[in-house]
């Protein structure tokens, strides 16, 4: 079992910023891929950024590339999600997760472990 522990969000306007992280324990020499996923009221589950742990293949979804930076620190099982000039659509509930890739691929891998998800919140 992995165990993820989000930090929390937050509420800011238009071109702010807000950072996110994620701590997994457990088994997490079985998971392979950390990601950050969000899903918006009404909406279904969108992938916002991959990576492949110990790596830097990181896949963004084309609407936060250039504006959302994640990144990795390994030493301590954690994931970071840097989000810079947010805008309303970016509204969401945001989860971290953690699965295995589908060939070397985290973007369309198998999540099976999930944290509770944040918050995030952006006005206009």
């Known amino acids: 079992q992995v165990q993820l522990m989000e930090s929390e969000g937050g509420s800011v306007q238009t071109g702010g910023s807000l950072s996110l992280s994620c701590a997994a324990s457990g088994a997490t020499d079985s998971t392979a891929c950390m990601g950050w996923f969000r899903q918006a009221p009404g909406k279904g589950r969108e992938t916002v950024a991959t990576i492949y742990s110990g790596t830097t293949r990181i896949f963004y979804d084309p609407s936060v590339k250039g504006r959302f930076t994640m990144s990795q620190d390994t030493a301590k099982n954690t994931v970071y999600l840097q989000m810079n000039s947010l805008k309303p659509e970016d509204t969401a509930m945001y989860y971290c997760?953690?699965?295995?890739?589908?060939?070397?691929?985290?973007?369309?891998?198998?999540?099976?472990?999930w944290g509770q998800g944040t918050q995030v919140t952006v006005s206009s």
């Open positions: 997760a953690a699965g295995r890739p589908r060939g070397l691929l985290c973007a369309s891998g198998w999540y099976n472990y």
